[in-house]
């Protein structure tokens, strides 16, 4: 059975920090693109960090680029998203995708084969 699984999430104070997981079960982890997206009630879900499946490169978006970073422990079957100086507009529920041998399109949720359940941030201001 394939799973992605989040944690991480909480209620932050503008100015903080959170890291986020996402773990695997079910995939060959290493050969699957990752990628983090997050929706806020009554928008569209967003994107906001990919790594490719090599490892070798990473897309923000604009918003996230400078205060978040995407990184993948294999090892582990993990992806993480480190956020970093969040603040009160970066309130949603976040959300992991896995993207077999991606490398290009990585901020379509389209792109993506398998989703996890989303965990939810909340920056106060």
């Known amino acids: 059975q394939i799973q992605l699984a989040e944690s991480g999430g909480g209620l932050v104070q503008a100015g903080g920090s959170l890291r986020l997981s996402c773990t695997a079960s079910?995939?060959?982890?290493?050969?699957?693109?990752l990628g983090w997206f997050r929706q806020a009630p009554g928008k569209e879900r967003e994107f906001v960090a990919a790594?490719?499946?090599?490892?070798?490169?990473?897309y923000y978006s604009d918003s996230a680029k400078g205060r978040f970073t995407i990184s993948r422990d294999n090892a582990k079957n993990t992806v993480y998203l480190q956020m970093n100086s969040l603040k009160s507009e970066d309130t949603a529920v976040y959300y992991c995708?896995?993207?077999?041998?991606?490398?290009?399109?990585?901020?379509?949720?389209?792109?993506?084969?398998?989703w996890g359940q989303g965990t939810q941030v909340t920056v106060s201001p």
């Open positions: 790594i490719v499946w090599t490892g070798t490169d990473t």
């Open positions: 995708g896995a993207d077999h041998k991606g490398w290009l399109g990585l901020n379509r949720p389209t792109q993506y084969d398998f």
């Open positions: 079910g995939i060959t982890f290493k050969d699957y693109a």
